[in-house]
């Protein structure tokens, strides 16, 4: 199912990733947010991952939301380690 367009939003974190720029501090963007760094930086989205071709997991599970639905494993040594644990 594609999702509404919000030009709003859209412009504001437009915005928090420019004064971020200018001031040298780290963004971390998860979900929505790694997808909007993508798209200022020039990169490409697909609101509809059929028209992509890839090999992709579903947006949306068929279960409740409090279940997990797929893993996201955190690299060794890698910047995200620092900060949390890995199996």
Same mark, same amino acid.
């Given at each position: 199912?594609?999702?509404?367009?919000?030009?709003?939003?859209?412009?504001?974190?437009?915005?928090?990733?420019?004064?971020?720029?200018? /001031?040298?501090? *780290?963004?971390?963007?998860?979900? !929505?947010?790694?997808?909007?760094? =993508?798209? #200022?930086?020039?990169?490409? %989205?697909?609101?509809?991952?059929?028209?992509?071709?890839?090999?992709?997991?579903?947006?949306?599970? /068929?279960?409740? *939301?409090?279940?997990?639905?797929? !893993?996201?494993?955190?690299?060794? =040594?890698? #910047?995200?380690?620092?900060? %949390?644990?890995?199996?």
């Amino acid at each position: 199912m594609l999702e509404q367009l919000c030009k709003k939003r859209d412009e504001f974190e437009f915005k928090l990733i420019e004064e971020a720029m200018k /001031k040298e501090l *780290p963004i971390f963007g998860i979900c !929505r947010g790694m997808q909007i760094l =993508n798209v #200022f930086f020039g990169g490409t %989205l697909y609101q509809d991952l059929s028209y992509a071709k890839l090999n992709v997991l579903k947006h949306r599970q /068929k279960q409740k *939301p409090s279940l997990a639905t797929h !893993r996201v494993d955190i690299l060794e =040594n890698s #910047f995200l380690s620092n900060f %949390l644990p890995s199996k």
